[in-house]
């Protein structure tokens, strides 16, 4: 481990779904019904520790291939035993504002710099989907992302957090997915600037790449 790099490993299940709103529905509509209907549902899920929807901004993004992302954090030990009403209940929801096709991920984190508490203010999130190069091992990748890449990027100024989500499972082309926080634009912006010839220089070390830029709920 790199001198000076504090790596700690979260002790929750994470689930996470990348997804696209359903047909018709506006940004605001799908933001909307999540706030009023869907996390409200979520929330009683046994074990359930942490919820999240990152909600993919479109100015920034405007090629993303998903609409949102859902984080949920789950005690270790919960057990997946809905209750079989509420389950129909969080099945019949989800049509009505999202689509069939979601991409789901189970995942350790990786905390290499502690997100801070976000006080009100509305600061950069930058979530990246990450993959290998097929002829490179999940170790080797990880090993590399974690103790070479995330090293330097976490010198970049403004950062405010930095997490990293190793898939524990085998889903191509991705490995897992990286976040990162900022105080503001003003700050992302000096950063991408100053790491240019460091992180920018080795993001070939990514065989698939797609980063998306989110306000979080």
């Avoid at 999240?52 to 479109?58: I, P, S, W």
């Avoid at 019949?92 to 991409?103: G, I, K, P, Y």
């Amino acid at each position: 481990m790199p001198d000076g790099l504090a790596i700690d490993l979260e002790p929750f299940r994470k689930r996470t779904e990348f997804i696209r709103r359903a047909d018709g529905l506006t940004p605001e509509a799908f933001l909307d019904h999540w706030h009023r209907c869907h996390a409200p549902l979520l929330r009683p899920l046994a074990g359930l520790r942490g919820l999240v929807l990152n909600l993919v901004d479109r100015a920034r993004s405007p090629g993303a291939p998903y609409d949102a992302v859902i984080e949920l954090w789950f005690d270790p030990a919960a057990r997946d035993d809905t209750d079989p009403a509420l389950a129909a209940a969080i099945a019949a929801d989800r049509a009505l504002f999202m689509r069939n096709e979601v991409m789901r991920f189970h995942t350790r984190e990786v905390v290499i710099r502690p997100v801070i508490a976000q006080a009100g203010r509305r600061r950069v999130k930058r979530i990246g989907l990450v993959g290998r190069a097929p002829q490179t091992s999940r170790e080797s990748f990880f090993e590399d992302w974690v103790h070479q890449h995330a090293p330097q990027a976490n010198e970049q100024p403004g950062l405010e957090g930095y997490v990293l989500n190793l898939l524990d499972h085998e889903q191509g082309p991705w490995d897992g997915y990286a976040e990162l926080w900022w105080t503001d634009a003003q700050a992302f912006e000096a950063a991408s600037l100053a790491i240019r010839s460091t992180v920018g220089a080795r993001l070939g070390f990514f065989h698939s790449h797609v980063l998306l830029y989110v306000d979080e709920h």
